[in-house]
């Protein structure tokens, strides 16, 4: 495709000449899959061309909380911001977005937009600063004339312990309009979930605006972009295609890194869901790089899943509406709930945020060495720490680096490491946590845990120990826990209350004697 319409036979020549290899050599650089979790992985490969294959894979999301407050029956998006989560209801609801304690299962506040009208709300966004509200669902008969989104700035929501019902002022709330391109205009009326130009799913990315239809006639989603983040009346421009074989409800993006999520259900027999989890890709577009379908559940575990959104780089939520049907003399119900999702196992730690080559933390004689490589000079490089995964605090900052490397003293059981820079003064970017853990002490070794909540240990020594265990997911969230009891020395076998753990990795706790240890620990199938 880099020659001239008269270079069309060496073209020809030169790809008959390497058709019997998987990848071809361009101007020194190799194309193919770049994805160990693939089938088809080259690791010779330096460019990304989107050939990556998967194995089938199925994935239960565990269930957080059984259900959501009775004020969301039909959460129909959902949004990480400040720590919280944020929903909506579907059309016809109230104009407000809503504040969720997840321990508790309440609403702890209810901010309504002044002016706005919940016509079809399907998608909420925040690109660190602002709310953006997509009012854009449109399968009742395709023919809207007033797609917009409501955009509103965070810090216009005052604090939810002394303002539990709030307003944002009418004056601070922006809207953006939009037609789509290839439809025509004015938009001729069809019958219901029949058009291609309904839309679910959005978010903000390189200050630009998102959107993924949920295409009901070709069962794909054709990737539209808005090409500001401003007020105004805009059209919508189609960029590519994913066929998919369901419909999307929902998509997030990892702030600063090339990995994305979609979400959907197929609208026919059991209605199975799905995830699509995007990454590697490219030149703004999201479908040129991996492309990882996830089989979920059908309806009848998921109810009907419209929400999904990212709380760090690889841990996230999904919610559903509440989801009722009549089979013959039978009624089904799904509660609305939050479950919870991790890519550990679906996208690989190999896919780094752009301009970051390599980030390794080396444990070395109770030091941690930290390294970094990028592929070109980056400004306000910021090394941070965190203790928990989540809360991150300062090391160190750097100016004008491109490589270096930084020795660090742990101060806490479990150390998590990342990297915060700017480029050229631009948007601020993260590489993934990595997470480097004490042993624990006291004669404990050959942890092993399972899937099924089996933790094996062998106590050395010989003199039995007191021992209390805690695992705890990367997030924070406890997990299991096990009552303190006294172990004797050799190999000892216990079973956490919930049996089923889903991580992949997790950190796991241990108390005795007053004092508290923590590894972070695979969990083996």
Known sequence: MYFKKNKQFFILATLIWFGSFNSISVFGQSTGCRDPYANNYNAQASINDGSCTYNVTT??????VDSISPVLL????????????????????????????????????????????NVDWEALEF?????????????????????????????????YTT????????????????????????????????????????????????????????????????PSTLAGTYTAIPSETLSTNYLVTDADKVADQSVVALLGYQNSGTANHFIHFLSDFSAGLYFNGNKRRIDLPDAITMGQAEGITYRNSTYGYISNEKFTRTVGSFTITVNQKLRSFNTNNFVSPSVLPLD????????????????????????????QVSN??????????????????????????????RLLWQKNGGATHYSNNVCISAEIKNA?????????????FVLDGNQPEYYAFKLISTDGKLLAETQGRTY??????????????????????????????????????
Request: charged share 15%; with cysteine.
């Open 444 to 456: 404990v070794s050959k942890l092993l845990l399972r899937a099924n909540g089996e933790l094996s």
């Open 163 to 226: 303002n539990p019902n709030s307003t944002i002022p009418l004056a601070q709330i922006e809207v953006i309009n939009f037609i789509y391109s290839d439809q025509v205009q004015p938009p001729v009326p069809l019958t219901a979930n029949n058009t291609k130009f309904d839309c679910e799913a959005m978010f903000v990315d390189a200050g630009k605006i998102h959107l993924f239809t949920k295409n009901w006639v070709e069962v794909n989603t054709t990737h539209y972009i808005l």
């Open 388 to 417: 928990n995964g989540v809360n991150f605090n300062s090391l160190m900052t750097y100016n004008n680096s491109i490589t270096d490397a930084f020795i660090v003293k742990p101060t806490s059981p479990v150390n998590c490491y």
């Open 488 to 525: 004797n020395p050799g190999l000892n076998r216990i079973r956490f209350s919930n049996n089923a753990i889903v991580n992949s990795v997790v950190f796991l706790t241990a108390v005795s004697n007053g004092e508290q240890q923590t590894k972070l620990l695979p969990v083996n199938k």
């Open 127 to 159: 690109d660190g600063t602002h709310f953006y509200v997509g009012d854009f669902g449109n399968n009742a008969n395709g023919a809207r004339t007033d797609l917009k989104i409501y955009k509103f700035p965070f810090s216009a929501i005052p604090n």
């Open 59 to 64: 994935y239960t999301p565990p269930v957080q």
């Open 356 to 383: 970051l080559r390599q980030f390794n933390v080396v444990n070395n004689q109770g030091t941690h060495k930290i390294s970094w490589t990028f592929d070109s000079k980056v400004d306000n490089v910021e090394l």
């Open 74 to 117: 039909e959460t129909s998006g959902l949004q990480m911001a400040g720590d919280f989560l944020w929903s909506f209801n579907d059309g016809g609801g109230q104009a407000a977005i809503y504040r969720i304690d997840t321990i508790t299962n309440t609403i702890l506040q209810t901010v309504t937009l002044t002016g706005a009208t």
